[in-house]
């Protein structure tokens, strides 16, 4: 009897240990979350502070991008690379999960190794992103360059990549997409630079280019079309981009447009 009595409290502060050990590592997490997630928020709000609202960003009236803040945008998609892979192995891993369901063929060792990838890629996800929104702000803050004039080049840049998205591994997935806010930034942009084309004395000699943007508008708005400038920008944009053509290519990550250009709220939390 006493010898029962003993095993069972000898085992009370195992349990015990076990219990406060997952209860260090789930509140390590949630604190160095909320860590990344403040220091994302600070970051992006000195570029709010420097260079305002995404919305309020004004192009150049006939949408000429200078050489140089191309190179700033590239040294930022350099930047961004590593967090663009471990973002889309989230993607796979999560895609993965569903393979298990439709595939009849996979052993039961596979579905085992399969979900785990699967279950730690959705654990991820969150401190993936937040990884991903840091090294994108301070990459801006480095460079010089707001989140407005950021997503007019990246959009401008990645048109036709993002209307190909239907067709790559990650077609499913919700991050491939352009987010509603994104979109509405981009057409609030486009309307700037229109506004400001047709302010300027170059309005009569830009008639295609204010008759181009107004159609793209339109489309943007209507729905139309999955994402801006599906066949490339047009005018001064055009010829801005083409001599980096090849470089910005090869600097596109497929799947994560949207955690790409994620900001944050003007309340607490991130907004697509």
Known sequence: MSKT??????????????????????????????????????????LIDRYDWANNYIPSPDGAIPPQRVEKFIRVRQAVQTQCLDYQAVLTGVANLDKIESNQDT??????SMGMEGFNSAFSAGPKMIRFSNTRNQAL????????????????????????????????????????RAREEFIQILNNQLAALEASDR???????????RKEIETLESGSQS??????????ARESLAPYQQELAELYCPGVVKIELLQKNRGFRFGG
């Open 107 to 112: 052993t039961a060792s596979e579905a085992t």
């Open 141 to 180: 803050v480095n460079e010089e360059m707001g989140m407005g004039e950021y997503l007019y080049i990246y959009l401008t840049v990645y048109g036709r990549q993002l209307a190909s998205e239907p067709d790559s591994p990650y077609s499913g997935m919700e991050e491939a997409y352009l987010s509603p």
């Open 5 to 46: 009595l003993s095993t069972k409290k000898s085992k009370r502060p195992g349990c015990l240990l076990i219990v406060m050990a997952l209860f260090f590592v789930t509140a390590s997490g949630l604190y160095f979350l909320t860590a990344g997630i403040r220091d994302a928020k600070r970051l992006e709000q000195t």
């Open 227 to 236: 994402s801006p400038w599906p066949d490339g920008p047009i005018g001064a």
């Open 203 to 213: 309005q009569t000699s830009q008639t295609k280019l204010a008759d181009g943007l």
